[in-house]
Nanobody, 121 residues
Framework: QVQLVESGGGSVEPGGSLSLSCAAS????????MGWYRQIPGKQREVVAT???????NYVPSVKGRFTISRDNAKNTVYLQMNSLTPEDTAVYYC???????????????WGKGTLVTVSS
């Protein structure tokens, strides 16, 4: 089993910054992807950014250039540096671990409980 614990959420004014972190523990495979998803009020959960063990990252267009995802493989931790935040970024942010597995069980997804980010004046 894998446990994911997010931290760093909170409230910030527009234009401000926040940094999220997520530490994974448990039976973590060597090759995986970690990322951040968010659920904006009234909308479905969407991917924000992902990063593989090898360092390949992807971003949803709306955050590209403002958010930076990074990870520390030794610590099994993923980070999300969020700059130039806008009210539209207000959401519950969820940490995700996607384990690639060629076995019959297939790939697995694990989720944190989420951390609330509120951007308002």
């Amino acid at each position: 089993q894998v446990q994911l614990v997010e931290s760093g959420g909170g409230s910030v004014e527009p234009g401000g910054s926040l940094s999220l972190s997520c530490a994974a523990s448990g039976n973590i495979f060597t090759v995986n992807a970690m990322g951040w998803y968010r659920q904006i009020p009234g909308k479905q959960r969407e991917v924000v950014a992902t990063i593989t063990t090898g360092g390949t990252s992807n971003y949803v267009p709306s955050v590209k250039g403002r958010f930076t995802i990074s990870r520390d493989n030794a610590k099994n931790t993923v980070y999300l540096q969020m700059n130039s935040l806008t009210p539209e970024d207000t959401a519950v942010y969820y940490c995700n671990l996607h384990q690639y597995d060629s076995s019959p069980s297939g790939d697995m997804d694990y989720w944190g409980k989420g951390t609330l980010v509120t951007v308002s004046s």
